[in-house]
T-cell receptor
C-alpha cells in the first residue's frame, strides 16, 4: 500500500525561527516521485518541489530546503528564518512512476501540516 | 501561467439537489482530478481522468460522478447532494506522466 504520513498537525513558530515539516512515506515501488505543496489561506495548492526516488541530493531554494532520505522513507521540508507569509497548510505527496493510465495512478497526499508563523 | 479555474468559490445547495462543479484548465493537460479536502483527512481523490471521456474512480467515488467531454473541462456531479458532502472540492490537472499537478482555487460546498 502507498501512504504518506505527516504526523505534525499544526506547528506554531515565531517569525525568524527555523521550522521543519516532517513527511514519511510508504511504497513498494522502487521508482517514485515526491512532492511538496503549499496551501495558503486563499485555498489554491501551490507546487513547491518534485523529487524522484533516484535523486537523494538535498535541495535548497532560497529559505526552503528539502532533505530526502530513502533509508528512513522521509522527505522533510525546512523553512529557514520563517516569515508570516509562510503561514499555510503544507502537503507532502507521493506518486508512482508510470503515466496515469487506467489502473495506475495519481497523487497520494498526506493530511497536511498547518504552519502558523507569529509576528 | 497555468490556469485551473473552478466555476464557483462558494456554493450552498439543498439536500437532494443535483449539483454540478465545473473545472476548466488552459494548459492542454491530459490528466484532470477531483479531490475532496476535509479537516484531518487531507486530500482524498474522488475521480480522475487521463483523457477525454476516460475516467477512473478514486478512493471515495460513492455519491459522485464525472464528465469529461472536452479535454479542458472536467465536471464533478453530485447526483443527490447530502449533508455529508459538505466539503472543499479541489480540481487539478497535469500532463501525462509524473509531473506536478496544478490546482484550482477550490469550491467550498455547503449542503443544507
Amino acid at each position: 500500500a502507498q501512504k504518506v504520513t505527516q504526523a505534525q498537525t499544526e506547528i506554531s513558530v515565531v517569525e525568524k525561527e527555523d521550522v521543519t515539516l516532517d513527511c514519511v512515506y510508504e511504497t513498494r515501488d522502487t521508482t517514485y516521485y515526491l512532492f511538496w505543496y503549499k496551501q495558503p489561506p486563499s485555498g489554491e495548492l501551490v507546487f513547491l518541489i518534485r523529487r524522484n526516488s533516484f535523486d537523494e541530493q538535498n535541495e535548497i531554494s532560497g529559505r526552503y530546503s528539502w532533505n530526502f532520505q530513502k533509508s528512513t522513507s522521509s522527505f522533510n521540508f525546512t523553512i529557514t528564518a520563517s516569515q508570516v507569509v509562510d503561514s499555510a497548510v503544507y502537503f507532502c505527496a507521493l506518486s508512482p512512476p508510470l503515466p496515469f493510465t487506467s489502473g495506475t495512478y495519481k497523487y497520494i497526499f498526506g493530511t497536511g501540516t498547518r504552519l502558523k508563523v507569529l509576528a | 501561467d497555468v490556469k485551473v479555474t473552478q466555476s464557483s468559490r462558494y456554493l450552498v445547495k439543498r439536500t437532494g439537489e443535483k449539483v454540478f462543479l465545473e473545472c476548466v484548465q488552459d494548459m492542454d493537460h491530459e490528466n484532470m482530478f477531483w479531490y475532496r479536502q476535509d479537516p484531518g483527512l487531507g486530500l482524498r481523490l474522488i475521480y480522475f481522468s487521463y483523457d477525454v471521456k476516460m475516467k477512473e474512480k478514486g478512493d471515495i467515488p460513492e455519491g459522485y460522478s464525472v464528465s469529461r467531454e472536452k479535454k479542458e473541462r472536467f465536471s464533478l456531479i453530485l447526483e443527490s447532494a447530502s449533508t455529508n458532502q459538505t466539503s472543499m472540492y479541489l480540481c487539478a490537472s497535469s500532463f501525462r506522466g509524473v509531473t506536478e499537478a496544478f490546482f484550482g482555487q477550490g469550491t467550498r460546498l455547503t449542503v443544507v
